[in-house]
């Protein structure tokens, strides 16, 4: 079975971690680990479920064990049928339920089925909602030998210090330019030669997920950079005063809620870095918020990311896109100078 760190190798340091602390008898009962969207937490926590539910795990002496790919678990593992590992993440609402976390519950104390460990997955922990929280937190003071529990978190969004007070922490850092350019490559070749994005495609989708080599192959292959482009257009538009703000919100509707809100944080991240005197990531919004950052204190900044982690929670209860946009693009409209009529 391929090494993760051969695969990723900007999680390699990640990765010998756990192998060390497995070969030591020293692997934690829960791992929270925190990475930026897109980076590979997912690949990273199959991988070490892959690696803890192996029969025959090789080079466990040496301190460096991968799984073995060949027994009855890596079989299971490799089919995506594993019984003994479970995944829980947001489904219809965009928080992980409390029903999920009282049948991961029972997982956890239940007996294998078929290996001699178990292995949950927590996919974005950051959205537990309150009552699933403390269930899993019931869980975690409770810990069972034969059970892992791997916590993911995107970087920047906050969950219960309570949780991650509990838990083992693992930061997954982002690929360098090279390396996820290289991954994305690897990734596109196995495409239909009729689906393969060009070469600029992948530089530009690479450039607006700021690396992250998952979001960026989503981004290639999706229709995420047409509806970005009609989105940025029509913000420059009202922010120029020539549309409406229900015009310019229907375009971030098209894009979905969890899409529109990266933009308006990506954007209103750049702004503060221009207002520090940065460079911006994505060069077609420099002239935009390199303007704004002159006319503006650096602090409208951080109030536009407070309205993006607002809306954030609003969609916790299914709310309207068009209307967070709406309610976003007004706000960003306040950062425009007010000209003076002559007198």
């Not at 795990?57 to 479970?86: F, I, W, Y």
């Not at 005063?241 to 933009?263: I, N, P, R, Y």
């Amino acid at each position: 079975m391929t090494d993760l760190a051969q695969e990723m190798p900007w999680l390699a340091q990640s990765w010998k971690a756990v192998q060390q602390r497995l070969a030591q008898g020293r692997l934690p009962h829960a791992l929270l680990v925190a990475g930026e969207r897109g980076v590979g937490k997912q690949d990273w926590a199959r991988a070490v479920g892959g690696l803890l539910l192996c029969e025959a795990p090789a080079g466990l002496n040496d301190g460096s064990p991968v799984a073995c790919g060949h027994c009855k678990q890596c079989e299971l593992m490799a089919a995506g049928t594993h019984p003994d590992l479970r995944v829980y993440r947001p489904e219809k609402s965009k928080m992980v339920r409390i029903d999920q976390i009282r049948a991961l519950s029972s997982f956890a104390v239940g007996s294998p089925q078929v290996a001699h460990h178990k292995v949950a997955i927590v996919d974005r922990a950051d959205q537990l909602n309150i009552n699933a929280a403390n269930a899993l937190l019931k869980t975690l003071e409770e810990p069972q030998p034969d059970v892992t529990l791997i916590l993911l978190q995107e970087s920047g969004r906050p969950i219960l210090p309570t949780i991650r007070s509990r838990c083992q922490i693992l930061n997954l850092p982002l690929p360098t330019a090279e390396q996820a350019g290289k991954w994305l490559a690897t990734r596109v070749a196995g495409l239909e030669e009729a689906s393969r994005p060009g070469e600029d495609v992948l530089a530009r989708s690479l450039l607006l997920a700021g690396n992250a080599p998952r979001l960026a192959l989503e981004y290639a292959t999706g229709d995420f950079l047409t509806l970005r482009d009609a989105a940025f257009e029509a913000f420059r538009q009202f922010m120029k005063g020539k549309s409406g703000v229900g015009e310019a919100a229907k375009k971030f509707k098209a894009l979905g809620l969890d899409d529109t809100l990266w933009l308006f944080e990506t954007w209103a991240v750049d702004l503060a870095r221009c207002s520090a005197g940065g460079e911006v990531t994505d060069p077609e919004t420099a002239d935009m918020l390199g303007y704004l950052a002159r006319s503006n204190p650096p602090w409208r900044a951080h109030e536009l990311l407070d309205k993006v982690k607002e809306s954030r929670s609003a969609a916790v209860y299914n709310a309207s896109p068009e209307l967070e946009a709406s309610q976003l693009l007004i706000a960003w409209r306040a950062l425009m100078p007010v000209k003076r009529k002559a007198s």
